[in-house]
């Protein structure tokens, strides 16, 4: 195990989580902050207001010489946090590194506990309940404590610049219009660090090595003007649904999932797949979803599964519209069919392209002359790390140790941050640590979503190793 160079450190972090972050992430779960995507209204409800003033407030008390706060605001977009921290203790002052996350939350989602909520923080043993508290509230305070808790230790770091975004959980369409209204304020990172992934377990700190990019938008299916009697009508008017459906055969293959479309499509690459098959041994299906009884994953092999889900193009019907609940569905043939799909791409691949196939192929030569829209949603390309220099796969090893007394892993992710793909195209010398807390049934974006507070209070001391790394590095 590693030797802690600054034996003070862990404490410093145990401290301010358990005094001071714990009790301000309790508040900020109970603000009902949904992404703009979800709440229009944003601005005029107030509530992404009071979450970055809660943020900003905390981050003004931290004892960070130098720091500079600013919330930047944009006309029509939501806010940005902006956190510019010098070099200290005689670190490299010509370098920097830039660290991420973002306070936009998805929407409630159902199917909570009865005990839990989306904006009730519940505190389980080592588990803090409720809505974005793990995607991403924590990253913020997770972020300044570790750069606060490195500083008073006396290890020297590198100028840091921390922005917290408030558009991810929409694709950040915000995000770029503040990044060119900020300039060359982000300098030429050597090194970025975010916060907003995940892990394979909770006793070590896990390093995201790709992340899926992601095409989705609305499929609407229209038959009618207006609903008509089922019993009248049907066998006459094509139904919206079935239309619905043979334009889903165009795209999937309804028996295995697997996307039809060539341009969905990549090679995935060698080191990718020996790196599933690495990590095999610690992803188990069963443990990671909460799975009705009998289900059974679509494949079986643990390393087939972890490429699945990070490097094969998947299709997910996120919502559907035109269709009345159980309760109150009359004997109707509806006049329309909406589905919100949501297809992850793989993380090499061209989400443009993907996008452009899409449209045409759920759009040309309608079934039944059905009137056919495909309304475009979230587009973002995906990220695949570059070859980690010798010193990072140092410095993660070194730093999990100290943290955890296990060995950083790495493993590819699912899900998309669009932040790091404008950062990789941007400065493609760059070293990535993208890292996070969601760890097996964490739950991010569904009910129950939970913080695993050891996790995060680990990953805050990991975070000022690796800084203490980064600054000292040869």
Known sequence: MSENKAPGLAEHVATVWRDEIVPTLHDYIAIPNVSVAYDPDWKANGHMDRAVDL??????????????IEVRQIDGRTPLILIEIPAANGGPVGDTVVLYGHLDKQPEMIGWRDDLGPWKPVVEGDKMYGRGGADD??????????????????????????????????GSPDLPAHLEAIGDRLG????????????????????????????????????????????????????????ARQLLDRIEDSATG??????????IPADRVA?????????????????????????????????????????SITGVGGIPPVGS????????????????????????????????????????????????GDVANGWNAPAATPWLTAAVD????????????????????????????????????ITGVLGPGSNAHGPNEFLHLPLAEGLTVAIAEVLRHHATRA
Do not use: K
């Open 275 to 315: 790196e599933a098959n690495d990590t095999a041994a610690a992803f188990d299906a069963h443990d990671v979803y909460p799975w009705v009884a009998g289900v059974r994953p679509m494949v079986d092999d643990p390393a087939e599964q972890l490429l699945a889900r990070t490097w094969r193009p998947t299709l």
């Open 398 to 433: 070194d730093a999990s140790m100290i943290a955890f007394g296990h060995p950083a892993r790495t493993f590819g992710e699912g899900g998309s941050v669009p932040f790091m793909g404008m950062l990789g195209a941007t400065y493609p010398d760059a070293q990535f640590v």
């Open 137 to 170: 509230g924590y990253a913020l305070f997770a972020s300044l404590t570790a750069i606060e808790a490195a500083h008073l230790a006396g290890y020297p770091t590198a100028r840091c610049v921390l922005l917290i975004e408030a558009s991810e959980e929409s």
């Open 55 to 68: 943020l900003h407030g905390w981050a003004q008390r931290r004892q960070i010489a130098g720091m500079r």
């Open 188 to 243: 030429m990172p050597s090194l970025v660090i975010c916060l907003d992934s995940g892990a394979m377990d909770y006793e070590r700190m896990w390093i995201t090595t790709s992340l899926r990019g992601m095409a989705s938008g609305v499929l609407r299916v229209d038959v009618l003007t207006e609903g008509v009697h089922s019993g009248e009508a049907s066998g006459v008017v094509p139904s919206s649904f079935r239309v």
């Open 329 to 376: 569905a009359g004997n109707v043939l509806r006049p329309y069919t909406e589905l919100v799909l949501s297809l992850r791409l793989p993380p090499t691949a061209d989400a443009n392209a993907a996008l452009a196939a899409l449209q045409r192929t759920l759009t040309e030569n309608p079934p039944s002359g059905a009137r056919v829209t495909f309304t475009v």
């Open 258 to 267: 697997r996307i039809l479309l060539d341009e969905f499509h990549v090679q």
